[in-house]
């Protein structure tokens, strides 16, 4: 058997996130006799590195170029030069500071050189980082080859006027539908009542994700609709921010703050509706696992309507004021959420769908 082609991904973090979830859901699901992944590590951890080194995929680790620009290229050198890669896959949430990495992959015969934008718009970035970034936009075009995005959105903010593909974001169907039985078994094991309000939230607690907003909503929720609970899955740079909030707010015993989950397919079942005011997003994929599980969404109107595969989302302006989002949370209802999920395999977002057409275009 011949061996499989490989392609390198890049733009992976620590943090377990949407972007680096959406690659996950790709990974597990292709032919890994045929095409294999490896992945780029610029930090001392990454996100799925385990997983990732038990399906046969290679983490490759970069030092920084503050580690030293000799050391930086070595690796780059050594990575490009060892192995023969089919393409280079840059996941980005942010506009790139850097073209080090696309300019070994042109120099060493990778055919396909392709940045995959996941969001809709700059994070705040240091007066440094700008330049840098306004420096690699006015350079990067001569080493592209493809330009993906998530979103229609998330492709006008990253390439402008340039061509780029929708590959959609996906979830394993099968996994995330609602359960009747894991909506019982969870909320006895958090110790929940059956007729209890539950709003969920599964984000990292930062800026973008807008958690102080989420919790101002539901403190006006409780005040309407006492025997209700936030659940909160995540973590992030604002967890100690909010868990101050939540004290202040005297919620301490209707705030769970669940942390990094494994259960998160589980947790959505004990879920009466899903609660996310970002301040901004590329495309969600918790949106579309939520909408698989037949969960009512409360969404903030930055987030691209492309998100709305089932009628299940609502978007709201971040401008109205938070009595109005209290009121859409508690009147958001779902007669029967059995079978949505086949809403979102017609819609062709389910893993095998997504990942079956990445593995044409990596092989072909």
């Known amino acids: 058997m011949s061996e499989p082609k490989r392609v390198l991904i890049g733009g992976f973090t620590e943090n377990v996130g949407g972007l680096e979830t959406y690659v996950m859901n790709i990974y ?158 969870k909320r006895n094991e958090l110790g929940i009542a059956d007729n209890t309000f539950v709003i969920g939230n599964v984000a990292r607690l930062s800026e973008q994700k807008n958690p102080m907003l989420m919790l101002d909503v539901f403190e006006a929720v409780h005040e309407q609709h006492p025997d209700s609970i936030l659940l909160q899955i995540g973590n992030g740079e604002m967890k100690e921010q909010f868990f101050e909030a939540v004290k202040d707010k005297h919620l301490e015993e209707s705030v769970r703050i669940l942390g990094i989950r494994s259960d998160v397919n589980e947790l959505l079942s004990a879920m009466d509706v899903f609660l996310l005011p970002s301040n901004y997003e590329g495309f969600p994929i918790v949106l579309v696992e939520a909408q698989c599980n037949g969960l009512p969404c409360i969404v903030s109107d930055v987030i691209t309507r492309d998100c709305n595969l089932t009628g299940l989302v609502k978007y709201l302006s971040l401008s109205q004021e938070t009595d109005a989002w209290a009121d859409e949370v508690l009147k958001a209802t779902v007669d029967n959420r059995t079978n949505y999920y086949k809403k979102i395999e017609q819609a062709g977002y389910s893993n095998k769908a997504v990942a079956a057409r990445m593995e044409k275009f990596f092989t072909e």
Not at 33 to 48: E, G, P, V, W
Not at 103 to 111: L, Q, W
Not at 165 to 177: A, Q, R, Y
């Open 28 to 185: 597990r699901n292709i032919d890994r006799n045929k095409l294999q992944f490896d992945f780029l590590k610029m930090s001392s951890t990454m996100a799925f590195e385990d997983e990732i080194e038990g399906m046969d995929g290679k983490v490759l680790y970069v030092p920084g170029r503050s580690k030293g620009i000799r050391a930086h290229y070595d690796a780059l050198k050594k990575i490009f030069s060892s192995t023969h890669y089919a393409a280079l896959c840059y996941q980005c949430n942010r506009r790139l500071d850097s073209l080090d990495t696309f300019r070994y992959a042109k120099k060493y015969g990778v055919n396909k050189r392709i940045i995959h934008s996941h969001n809709t718009k700059d994070a705040p970035e240091t007066t440094v980082r700008r330049i840098k970034q306004w420096m690699v936009s006015g350079r990067i075009d001569k080493y592209l080859t493809h330009r993906f995005a998530c979103s229609h959105d998330a492709g006008k903010w990253m390439f402008g006027d340039h061509q780029f593909t929708v590959i959609p974001n996906s979830v394993d169907t099968e996994l995330f539908k609602y359960n009747a039985q894991i909506r019982e078994k």
